[in-house]
């Protein structure tokens, strides 16, 4: 059993930063290192979109346009644990955040964590 344990999330003003975290556990004591990790976000009345995503053994990480030079996916393999840097925030990444582990890199999250509320006020 796999689970993905979120934090950082909060409240904060327009143009400053939150630093999400995701710490991915294997219950059973076994370890577990998904190909690929991501981080989505839901607003409300709007669908699940995915902002940035990373495969664990390197490459080019993936950002969703509407946060390309914002944020920053980031992974520490020593602590099994993956980032999400966010800056210049803005009223529209108000969201529920979301890690999610994709173990082959296919396309199927296997795992969601529970979500981190962040919210940006104008």
């Known amino acids: 059993q796999v689970q993905l344990v979120e934090s950082g999330g909060g409240s904060v003003q327009a143009g400053g930063s939150l630093r999400l975290s995701c710490a991915i556990i294997?219950?059973?004591?076994?370890?577990?290192?998904?190909?690929?990790m991501g981080w989505f976000r839901q607003a409300p009345g709007k669908e699940r979109e995915r902002v940035a995503g990373i495969y664990i053994t390197g490459g080019s990480p993936f950002y969703a346009d509407s946060v390309k030079g914002r944020f920053t996916i980031s992974q520490d393999n020593a602590k099994n644990s993956v980032y999400l840097e966010m800056n210049s925030l803005k009223p529209e990444d108000t969201a529920m955040y979301y890690c999610a582990a994709d173990t082959f890199c296919n396309g199927d999250q296997d795992y969601w964590g529970q979500g981190t509320q962040v919210t940006v006020s104008s």
């Open positions: 294997a219950t059973n004591g076994d370890h577990y290192t998904p190909y690929c």
